[in-house]
């Protein structure tokens, strides 16, 4: 399986402000993928990060208040933008593909409460 | 509906039973098939993937595809209190390699 670096790890923001989320992974993949995952919800897919070109959103999800880059197979960040409280949630980075085959791994998430 | 369903939770089995998850999905053309754990406060670890009908065994774990019911299921054999997590089934519709999630079950092992 790959190592997939997520940080930071949790963080505590204030209302209106925004914060970059980053995912490393230790080997090229085929696709990054940025998760929400609300307390006591199972996994909410936000958007599909393509590298070199936009991310593709879900239903719900937009450009402007989750901004995802990709500049390399590697490497991807999600900022949660204008933060209010009801972003509070983990959000998750996974990547598939390369010599992880069909399988999706997940980095440790990003605990984020916002006051 | 729910593109992917788990039988409602909170389940909670003896230590040495044997836990039984389990998964629907509407989508006939899913390809693959997958169980995560997830500890509280942790992100989602694989556990098992299917890809075909029939019984996979790893372990304590046995995953069952059922493609023409459109089912698939997570067996845990004698249990054990470091089982206890939620069980997130996972399906890959197609080529996308997205993955659907279920609602999860908490499985709760009980000494």
């Known amino acids: 399986s790959a190592v997939i670096s997520q940080k930071p790890s949790r963080d505590i923001c204030q209302r209106g402000t925004s914060l970059t989320i980053q995912c490393q992974v230790d080997?090229?993949?085929?696709?990054m993928f940025w998760y929400r995952q609300q307390p006591g919800q199972s996994l909410t897919l936000i958007a599909t990060?393509?590298?070199?070109?936009?991310?593709?959103?879900e239903s719900g999800f937009v450009i402007d208040k989750f901004p995802i880059s990709r500049p390399n197979l590697t490497f991807s960040t999600l900022t949660v933008s204008n933060m209010s409280p009801e972003d509070s949630s983990i959000y998750l980075c996974?990547?598939?593909?390369?010599?992880?085959?069909?399988?999706?791994?997940f980095g440790a998430g990003t605990r984020l409460s916002v006051l | 509906q729910k593109e992917v369903e788990q039988n409602s939770g909170p389940l909670s089995v003896p230590e040495g039973a044997i836990a039984s998850l389990n998964c629907t999905y509407s989508?006939?053309?899913?390809?693959?098939f997958f169980w995560y754990r997830q500890y509280s406060g942790k992100s989602p670890e694989l556990i098992m993937f299917?890809?075909?009908?029939g019984d996979k065994e790893d372990g304590r774990f046995t995953a069952q595809l059922n493609k023409a019911s459109q089912y698939v299921s997570l067996l845990i054999r004698d249990s054990q209190p470091s089982d206890s997590a939620t069980y997130l089934c996972?399906?890959?519709?197609?080529?996308?390699?997205?993955?659907?999630f279920g609602s999860g079950t908490q499985l709760t092992v009980l000494p």
């Open positions: 996974s990547a598939v593909g390369g010599n992880m085959e069909d399988i999706q791994y």
């Open positions: 080997s090229q993949v085929t696709m």
């Open positions: 990060a393509n590298q070199g070109s936009e991310a593709t959103y």
């Open positions: 989508d006939r053309g899913s390809q693959s």
């Open positions: 299917i890809y075909s009908n």
């Open positions: 996972a399906v890959n519709p197609g080529s996308a390699r997205q993955l659907t």
